[in-house]
């Protein structure tokens, strides 16, 4: 599983994400997006190949992360089975509804 930037403000996840990578995705992703310098962020969940709701847990802490450095960020690309999850999770909102985190 990877973070990786494929344009300025723009990064895309790929592989696992589950209960044995997600504190490794986290971190990763929290150094790539603080070391961006770019005042939006927008995360393609497109190449996620599995994940379990440990993944909303990582997405959550992003959130988290850019509304403490005063960044806005979204996600796009949600895998359906993921979507599904947060959902239920009652999160879904949170992770549509990110952008414009700016006070």
């Known amino acids: 599983?990877?973070?990786a930037?494929?344009?300025?403000g723009q990064f895309k996840l790929h592989g696992l994400v589950n209960f044995a990578t997600s504190a490794v995705v986290e971190e990763q992703g929290a150094?790539?997006?603080l070391t961006s310098g770019d005042?939006?962020?927008?995360?393609?969940l497109s190449?996620?190949?599995q994940a379990d709701s440990s993944a909303l847990s990582v997405?959550?802490?992003w959130i988290r992360l850019a509304k403490q450095q005063?960044?806005?960020?979204g996600f796009v690309g949600m895998p359906h089975e993921l979507e599904a999850l947060a959902q239920?999770?009652?999160i879904q909102p949170l992770l549509n509804n990110v952008k414009g985190l700016q006070n």
């Open 39 to 44: 005042d939006d962020w927008e995360i393609d």
């Open 31 to 33: 150094r790539l997006l």
């Open 70 to 73: 005063q960044k806005s960020i």
């Open 88 to 90: 239920v999770c009652g």
């Open 1 to 3: 599983m990877t973070l």
């Open 59 to 61: 997405f959550l802490c």
């Open 47 to 49: 190449g996620i190949s």
């Open 5 to 8: 930037a494929v344009a300025p």
